[in-house]
């Protein structure tokens, strides 16, 4: 049944994009089952899990995806920024910063470095962080945005 995870996994994409996260969920977990050392599924699974904000699902299978891959730069930024959401800083920075020794250009580790440092009332750090995270290609919320220039936060856009 193994050979079957692969196609399970583009399927859960394919309703993910859809906006269709629960049978993503579904899709991604029937992977698991076809197939339980295929990371891709554990990383979908989570990825769905994170969309839909639970956050304690999708740190579940982040942890999983690692056991079964180690070095995926994603899995360590996204189960970094889950881990900072929950308020579990020690692990959540020592994930964001695996992440940044993985890929140093990883926008999505940066963007939640500059998330924490906001949360912190870092501004200088925020800043750094911020600007990175742009430089390496992610777009920065509205919201934060606002923050970041209330606080004399220089934006630099690429």
């Given at each position: 049944?193994?050979?079957?995870?692969?196609?399970?996994?583009?399927?859960?994409?394919?309703y993910?994009?859809?906006?269709?996260?629960?049978?993503?969920?579904?899709?991604?977990?029937?992977?698991?089952?076809?197939?339980?050392?295929?990371?891709?599924?554990?990383?979908?699974?989570?990825?769905?899990?994170s969309?839909?904000?639970?956050?304690?699902?999708?740190?579940?299978?982040y942890?999983?995806?690692?056991k079964?891959?180690t070095?995926?730069?994603?899995?360590?930024?996204?189960?970094g920024?889950?881990?900072?959401?929950?308020?579990q800083?020690?692990?959540?920075?020592q994930?964001?910063?695996?992440?940044?020794?993985?890929?140093?250009?990883?926008g999505?580790?940066?963007?939640?470095?500059?998330?924490?440092?906001?949360?912190?009332q870092?501004?200088?750090?925020a800043?750094?962080?911020v600007?990175?995270?742009m430089k390496y290609g992610?777009?920065?919320h509205?919201?934060?945005?606002?923050?970041?220039?209330?606080?004399?936060?220089?934006?630099?856009?690429n």
């Amino acid at each position: 049944m193994k050979h079957f995870a692969p196609d399970a996994v583009d399927l859960g994409w394919k309703y993910f994009q859809k906006g269709d996260y629960e049978t993503a969920l579904r899709r991604f977990q029937m992977a698991i089952r076809h197939d339980a050392d295929f990371a891709p599924a554990y990383f979908g699974a989570a990825y769905a899990c994170s969309a839909e904000g639970k956050l304690d699902e999708a740190i579940k299978y982040y942890r999983e995806t690692l056991k079964r891959e180690t070095l995926y730069v994603f899995t360590c930024a996204n189960l970094g920024y889950a881990l900072l959401q929950k308020g579990q800083f020690t692990e959540a920075l020592q994930m964001l910063d695996k992440a940044i020794a993985i890929d140093p250009k990883c926008g999505e580790a940066h963007l939640s470095y500059a998330n924490y440092y906001v949360y912190k009332q870092d501004w200088k750090n925020a800043e750094q962080s911020v600007n990175k995270a742009m430089k390496y290609g992610q777009k920065i919320h509205p919201e934060l945005r606002e923050m970041l220039e209330k606080h004399g936060v220089k934006l630099v856009e690429n």
